[in-house]
């Protein structure tokens, strides 16, 4: 499996910087049939064909993803569309 590790700082306090992963969850959900779920300070999400989560920690936000057969032709973009987002949210 192809992997995805991305470190993102970021400056927002913990409750809004938890909204703001909400937002991403919810249209996570929505675009790609995702499941998401809390555990403590970790966002998980999964989908036939990945698994991943989102640590939440003060000034930084940790992704990491485990890409199935079809989706690790893709690595690239996705990766890159994952940093697009963190930018805009987290920036």
Do not use: C, N, Y
């Amino acid at each position: 499996m192809a992997g995805i590790d991305i470190s993102h700082s970021h400056a927002l306090p913990p409750q809004r910087a938890r909204a703001a992963l909400d937002d991403v969850a919810a249209k996570l959900a929505q675009r790609f049939d995702m499941r998401t779920a809390w555990d403590g300070d970790r966002l998980t999400f999964s989908r036939s064909g990945v698994d991943g989560a989102i640590d939440m920690q003060p000034g930084l936000l940790h992704v990491t993803a485990k890409l199935g057969f079809l989706l690790a032709a893709m690595r690239g973009p996705i990766e890159a569309e994952i940093r697009r987002v963190l930018d805009e949210k987290f920036s």
